[in-house]
Every structure is written in C-alpha cells, then in structure tokens.
C-alpha cells in the first residue's frame, strides 16, 4: 500500500493530521452501533464472561466524564498565559477521553446484552454512549483542525461539538445514575421546599414508577412505602393524601389532562390550583374548592370525581379533611395525624404478606428463566409475594437454585419444592426466606436434622413433609410444638409417623 507513505509524508507537513486513526475509531464505533443494533440488550442473561467484562463499565465510563469536564477548563486556562503550557494537553485528554468512551460503551453494551438489562433506560443509555463516543472523535478530529488552521474553517466548529459533547456526557451519565439508583436519585432528598419551587412531585409521588435496583434488605430500595407506619419520616400527605387522589383524581388532573387548568399530581400544583383559584387552603376548609367538590352531593355536577367516576371513600375524605385543617402540609409526618381512621385492611390482613416484589420482578424474572423454576406472583397485590414452583421440572431444582434466589429471600411467600432434589443444605438457603408461610418438601431428600434452621422462619403456617426422610420423632420441638404450624402428615394423624422415603433418589 502506498497510501501510508503518503500519510506518513502529509502527517509531516501537517503534524496533526492523521487520518488513518480518526478511521480507526470511526470504524470502531460503527461496529459498536451495528453490534448494538443487531443484539440489543434483551433482558436475557447470558454468559458469564461477558458480564465479567460488562462490570467494568461503571469504572472505566468515569474517564470520559472526568475529562469531558476537564478538556474546556483547560481550553480556556491556556488561553492566557500563565496556561500556556498546557496548551497541547485538551489533545491529548480528547484521546484518551475518546478512547474510553468507546471502551466505556462497549463494556456497557456487554453488561446490558449479556447481564440481563432491558427497557427503554437502557436503549437510550446505550445510544447515547454510541453518540457521546462519536462526539468526542469529532471534537478530537475538529481540535486537530484547529490547531493547524486556527479559527478558520472547520476549527470553528471545535468549541460547540467539544461543549456539545459535555452536554451529551451529562445527559448519559445521568441515566446511567438512574438506571442504577432509580428515578428520582437526584432529588430524592431534596429539601420539600426547593422541591415545590421547582415544582417537582413531592418525595414518594414519583416512587411507584421508579425503576428501583435489585435491593438487598436493608438498603433503600427495599423500604417498603406501603407499610409507612414505622417509617415516622414518611409524611401523611405522602402516604396518604397522594395515593388517594392518585386513584381517584389523576386521570383528569395531571399533565396528560388537565381538566378545570388544575393538576393534582404535585403538592405546589395542587396548591396552586386551577381556573378558579387555589384548590387547597391551608386550615380552611370553607375557602378549599377542592375540599368542597369532594363533599358535595353525589348528583351535583360540580361533585369530584366528575364523570361517575368511583368517588374517595368516606375513609379518604376524612383524611383530607383533618389534613387541610391541620395546614395542608407536605411534610408534617404521618405519626402526627394519629387521629386519623387507619387505612383499610387489605384481605382482612393488616400486614403485608412481604415487601413489594416489583422494584424486584426483571430479577426475579431473569432468575427463573436461569434456574429452571417458575415464580409466581400470589395474587394482583404485589405486596402478597410470590411462590416458587418446581412442578414442570422439580429435578431442575437443587441446593444451589435455592441459595441463587437469595435475592429474592424477602419476597418468596411460598415454596413448592415437591420431589426436587434438594437435601438438607437447600434448606439452610430456605431458612432466609423471612416471609415464608408454606414450604412443601413432599418426596424429599430432607432430614428432621436439616429442618432445624427452618424454625427461624416465624412466619411458617404449613410444613408439608409427606413421603421425606424425615424422622418425626426427631423433629425440634421448636417446630412441633409451634402454635399456628400446622406439619402434614403429622397434624392429620397426629402420631409419629415415621416417614421411611421411596423417593430416597428423587430424580
Ligand atoms: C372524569 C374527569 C375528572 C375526575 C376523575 C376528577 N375531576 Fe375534577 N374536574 C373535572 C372537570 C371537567 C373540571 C372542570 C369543570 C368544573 O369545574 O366542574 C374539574 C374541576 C375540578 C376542580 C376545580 C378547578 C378549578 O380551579 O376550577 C377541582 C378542585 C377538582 N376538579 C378536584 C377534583 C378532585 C379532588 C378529584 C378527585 C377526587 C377530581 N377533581 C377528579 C374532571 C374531573
């Protein structure tokens, strides 16, 4: 070839000119797109090394942020003399801020393809790691022009794609924060007050759409909001005036429609109000149009919900009553309106059955596609939890599929475990289920030695032990003697039977 000559023979005319590298990366972010267009991240786990790799993306994706916000610094800070000697450095930092930005993105596209991501998050995240890498090859590209030509010309065009670039970086950083912290990560503990003037929802508003990570108890995420009782912090506007008007009053007041120019889905928009004025005056009732509508009678036209909608409950409306006349407060916490009806029990129970399983559900979805078992939400509440079911193929399930649904530990309400092929280490993985209720290990290989870390789970109703190797008789006490456990067969017949097991090799 003897176009490299030739290079080679312009590059030293022209120093900064070399075009076979601005190549180099162009092709290698067109093969990255094409790659991400053809195996876009699916939501199925793959392979092991991949996601490896993929893990490093968090580390190496902080060089391009760094120095984006650097390389303009520089830029000006040279321009004066005492920053003159840097004046070669943005170059060079443009380099290499390209070149993890390609890497950065490659790795992110590995651990979203091959780690089980998917949505709309992830797509825009991927494509905007492709542009911000493109960029960053143009900004380096047009900064070569510049120096050669100055101000005229192409180089022009360095300073709006350099800045461009900046802006396209904050952008993908910040969803990359969201994806792994969840929506509103940012603002979350935003004082209320900048919150209302900048007219952000009120904390907790926006938390039944954030897409939450995986959470291990304890952190965050795995607070369940429902269950605000013991949370002192959670206001009663957020707990329970929002929710109401959530169900009740959304589908007309919010950004999608705002019938009456009033939009309830914010604390300052509700405050604001509509056409006719401020719907919420704090401590008084008379003034607060809103107040008013819900309490008028059902056939008044002006009555809220409009359109035969299901009004509050009488339940709802006293809330809102004691909650304006105590001053319509977004913050003021729960545990000061404890005049306040509670809220009603759900299927006659007052406490969930477990957290709310669907910060967890790509998880756990990704989880049972892996291991060969089926989870199953109990029922519509997703604070009811979900069961394991090894029916189809119960010789999938083994000591090591329990213990990878660790994740799941909190939200796993029911394990039907019949005739797997766990033994008593399988349990000791069970025994962290905390929100168990029923455990069927019918046909297993389980001995009454293994059940003992099984009385740790306080929640357990039924214990199903029928055709197990278990010997009754050596049963701890501390389960046989629990009150509310009901152990099969031993509660049907109520004598020691002495479960000798056919399905000793339970293949
Ligand atoms: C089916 C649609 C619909 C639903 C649901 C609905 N509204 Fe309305 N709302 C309207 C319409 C239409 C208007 C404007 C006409 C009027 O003032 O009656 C309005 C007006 C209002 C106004 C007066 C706004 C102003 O400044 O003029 C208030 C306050 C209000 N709604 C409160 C509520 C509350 C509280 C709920 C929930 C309990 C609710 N609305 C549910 C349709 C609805």
């Excluded at 979350?188 to 919150?195: A, I, T």
């Excluded at 329970?240 to 589908?251: G, H, N, V, Y």
């Excluded at 929640?459 to 055709?467: A, G, I, S, W, Y």
Aim: net charge neutral; proline share 7%; charged share 20%.
């Amino acid at each position: 070839m003897s176009e490299p000559a030739e290079f080679s023979h312009r590059a030293t005319r022209r120093r900064h000119h070399r075009p076979l590298a601005g190549i180099f990366w162009f092709s290698a972010i067109v093969l990255l797109a094409l790659l991400a267009l053809a195996f876009p991240p699916d939501g199925q786990q793959r392979t092991t090394l991949a996601q490896f790799f993929g893990r490093f993306h968090p580390l190496v994706v902080h060089f391009p942020v760094a120095l984006l916000f650097l390389i303009p610094v520089i830029e000006v800070y040279a321009l004066f003399r005492r920053g003159h000697a840097l004046r070669g450095a943005p170059a060079f930092l443009l380099w290499i801020a390209t070149a993890t930005a390609i890497l950065g993105t490659a790795l992110g596209w590995l651990l979203a393809r091959f780690g089980g991501y998917k949505g709309d998050l992830v797509i825009t995240h991927m494509w905007s790691g492709c542009l911000l890498a493109l960029l960053c090859l143009l900004a380096l590209l047009l900064r070569r022009r510049w120096e050669v030509d100055g101000l005229y010309g192409l180089g022009l065009l360095y300073a709006p794609v350099l800045l461009l670039a900046v802006g396209t970086m904050v952008f993908t950083a910040h969803q990359g924060g969201q994806l792994i912290y969840g929506d509103n990560y940012l603002i979350e503990y935003m004082p209320p007050k900048l919150r209302s003037l900048l007219g952000l929802p009120a904390a907790g508003a926006t938390l039944k759409s954030a897409p939450q990570p995986p959470s291990t108890p304890g952190a965050p995420g795995a607070v369940n909001r429902e269950d605000s009782k013991q949370d002192t912090k959670v206001s009663f506007y957020e707990a329970r005036i929002m929710p109401a008007l959530d169900r009740t009053c959304l589908s007309c007041h919010s950004p999608k429609k705002t019938k009456g120019g009033l939009r309830l889905d914010t604390y300052a928009l509700m405050m604001k109000g509509g056409d006719s004025g401020p719907a919420v005056v704090a401590g008084n009732l008379d003034d607060s149009e809103l107040y008013r509508r819900i309490t008028l009678p059902h056939d008044d036209e002006e009555f809220m919900p409009g359109g035969n909608k299901k009004p509050l409950s009488a339940t709802e409306t006293k809330w809102i009553e004691l909650w304006i006349a105590a001053g319509a407060s977004e913050t003021a916490p729960l545990s000061e309106f404890s005049q306040a009806p509670a809220p009603p029990e759900k299927h006659g129970e007052a406490v969930a059955w477990a957290p709310d399983y669907r910060p967890k559900l790509d998880e756990a979805k990704a989880l049972a596609d892996r291991l060969g078992i089926r989870l199953v939400a109990r029922s519509q509440v997703p604070t009811d939890g979900l069961i394991v079911r090894t029916a189809s193929a119960p010789s999938h399930c083994t000591d090591d599929v329990l213990a990878a649904l660790a994740p799941l530990a909190d939200v796993i309400v029911e394990a039907e475990l019949a005739r797997t092929r766990i033994s008593d280490k399988g349990l000791a993985a069970v025994s962290s289920w905390k929100n168990l209720r029923h455990l069927d290990l019918t046909a297993t290989a389980v001995t009454a030695e293994g059940l003992r870390p099984v009385a740790e789970l306080t929640k357990l109703e039924t214990l199903n032990l029928t055709d197990s190797r278990v010997d009754a008789a050596k049963l701890p006490p501390i389960l046989t003697q629990r009150a509310g456990l009901a152990i099969y067969p031993l509660t049907q017949d109520d004598v020691g039977v002495d479960v000798a097991a056919p399905a000793a090799s339970a293949r």
